[in-house]
């Protein structure tokens, strides 16, 4: 039996930003750990990032990487782009290779354009304009595959974001209890919480 964390989160472009949502359900093996799990991370006031897997890897891993990107915008006097973030959790990711943070990431956000990458806990670096991690991602990818446009406005992103997790969320035992949405867009980033229904 594993007892690897299962979750469901998303990532999707936009108009002019990125959507990422995920589920609040943290279960090992057959035990349910907890109901209240934020697995949505804003990185920067221009990143944001969701998992699955460790929670506690992640949270790590965006603590440092928030802390490193603070310190690297001092030195460059400007914000630190999504690219930048990415190849940042990247090489930390690589570096732990040994003993991996055992977390699947979505991180993105806006500069010129919105883009999101897929990271899986070795650091490969995969961008996309819409991505599904975790074990509910079949379900969710089921969703977001037919349904995507390019250049959708904020409102039908956030919607079938909220859609595809809640689609995991009825076929995955890991998934479930509420969906957290962490919107990124040019003026900043957004959070709130939807009940699954």
């Given at each position: 039996?594993?007892?690897?964390?299962?979750?469901?989160?998303?990532?999707?472009?936009?108009d002019?930003?990125?959507?990422?949502?995920?589920?609040?359900?943290?279960?090992?093996?057959?035990?349910?750990?907890?109901?209240?799990?934020?697995?949505?991370?804003?990185?920067?006031?221009?990143?944001?990032?969701?998992?699955?897997?460790?929670?506690?890897?992640?949270?790590?891993?965006?603590?440092?990487?928030?802390?490193?990107?603070k310190?690297?915008?001092m030195?460059?006097?400007?914000?630190?782009?999504?690219?930048?973030?990415?190849?940042?959790?990247?090489?930390?990711?690589?570096?732990?290779?040994?003993?991996?943070?055992?977390?699947?990431?979505i991180?993105?956000?806006?500069?010129?354009?919105?883009?999101?990458?897929?990271?899986?806990?070795?650091?490969?670096?995969?961008?996309?304009?819409?991505?599904?991690?975790?074990?509910?991602?079949?379900?969710?990818?089921?969703?977001?595959?037919?349904?995507?446009?390019?250049?959708?406005?904020?409102?039908?992103?956030?919607?079938?974001?909220?859609?595809?997790?809640?689609?995991?969320?009825?076929?995955?035992?890991?998934?479930?209890?509420?969906?957290?949405?962490?919107?990124?867009?040019?003026?900043?980033?957004?959070?709130?919480?939807?009940?699954?229904?």
């Amino acid at each position: 039996m594993s007892y690897m964390p299962g979750a469901t989160a998303v990532g999707i472009t936009f108009d002019n930003g990125v959507v990422f949502a995920s589920e609040k359900r943290i279960a090992y093996g057959n035990f349910l750990v907890s109901k209240s799990t934020k697995k949505t991370f804003p990185i920067t006031p221009k990143v944001g990032a969701t998992c699955a897997g460790l929670v506690a890897d992640m949270q790590l891993l965006s603590l440092q990487i928030s802390a490193l990107a603070k310190i690297r915008k001092m030195d460059l006097k400007r914000d630190i782009p999504p690219n930048t973030i990415a190849k940042m959790m990247s090489n930390m990711m690589y570096e732990r290779r040994y003993f991996p943070l055992l977390t699947q990431v979505i991180v993105g956000g806006v500069t010129d354009k919105p883009v999101i990458y897929t990271l899986d806990p070795l650091g490969s670096v995969l961008p996309d304009d819409y991505a599904a991690v975790g074990t509910g991602a079949e379900m969710a990818l089921g969703v977001l595959d037919p349904q995507f446009k390019e250049n959708m406005n904020e409102k039908d992103a956030v919607d079938l974001a909220v859609k595809a997790v809640r689609s995991a969320t009825m076929r995955d035992s890991f998934s479930g209890d509420g969906i957290d949405v962490l919107v990124v867009n040019q003026d900043g980033i957004t959070e709130f919480t939807q009940d699954v229904k």
